[in-house]
T-cell receptor
Framework: DAGVIQSPRHEVTEMGQEVTLRCKPI?????LFWYRQTMMRGLELLIYFNNNVPIDDSGMPEDRFSAKMPNASFSTLKIQPSEPRDSAVYFC?????????????FGDGTRLSIL | DQQVKQNSPSLSVQEGRISILNCDYT??????FLWYKKYPAEGPTFLISISSIKDKNEDGRFTVFLNKSAKHLSLHIVPSQPGDSAVYFCAAQSDGNQFYFGTGTSLTVIP
């Protein structure tokens, strides 16, 4: 079974450039989450979607960050302009939301380095 | 503020012995708790979970214990194996979808 697919796996770019991270959730899952992993805060939730609708974006650091989910099989996280402090590993996860508790399934992440 | 805390950043255990990873939470509304395992350069993978109506859930070598009065859960791995060396995250969820993760504990199992 295909899991959550993220691209690119690695991204190195210069400060000020636009960065776009991509995610394909598991087919049939209706919730999608974007996380950033840092040493200090662990897995930090940035935003999550239910049925393609953003539910909570309070974790998005600032206006430079934006996320979209145009359909059930694709989401993007965009940083514009990027800054060195944005360097981190970004994870996408999906789950099947419903009446019973279901775990999230993670992609392998995008390691982002802003020079 | 961190609602889920893992106060031990690292743990070393001899192969064959028990590994105990701990997690504390602050929100009494959490009703679902999970442990994830993460290898380098990979995403976290789901390991085991427990509902707040239970105090123990076992799956092979892995057992999760929940103490609601203390707002504490733990993961026991018996016996520990070198392949268990990874970073372990605990997570909690209340009604709705949002999960709250701890900062992780790096487990090293020494052969």
């Amino acid at each position: 079974d295909a899991g959550v697919i993220q691209s690119p796996r690695h991204e190195v770019t210069e400060m000020g450039q636009e960065v776009t991270l991509r995610c394909k959730p598991i087919s049939g899952h209706n919730s999608l989450f974007w996380y950033r992993q840092t040493m200090m805060r662990g897995l930090e939730l940035l935003i999550y979607f239910n049925n393609n609708v953003p539910i909570d974006d309070s974790g998005m650091p600032e206006d430079r960050f934006s996320a979209k989910m145009p359909n059930a099989s694709f989401s993007t996280l965009k940083i514009q302009p990027s800054e060195p402090r944005d360097s981190a590993v970004y994870f996408c996860a999906s789950s099947l939301a419903g009446n019973s508790n279901q775990p999230q399934h993670f992609g392998d992440g995008t390691r982002l380095s802003i020079l | 503020d961190q609602q889920v805390k893992q106060n031990s950043p690292s743990l070393s255990v001899q192969e064959g012995r028990i590994s105990i990873l701990n997690c504390d939470y602050t929100n009494s509304m959490f009703d679902y708790f999970l442990w994830y395992k993460k290898y380098p350069a990979e995403g976290p993978t789901f390991l085991i979970s427990i509902s707040s109506i239970k105090d123990k859930n076992e799956d092979g070598r892995f057992t999760v214990f929940l103490n609601k009065s203390a707002k504490h859960l733990s993961l026991h791995i018996v016996p520990s194996q070198p392949g268990d060396s990874a970073v372990y995250f605990c997570a909690a969820q209340s009604d709705g979808n949002q999960f709250y993760f701890g900062t992780g504990t790096s487990l090293t199992v020494i052969p």
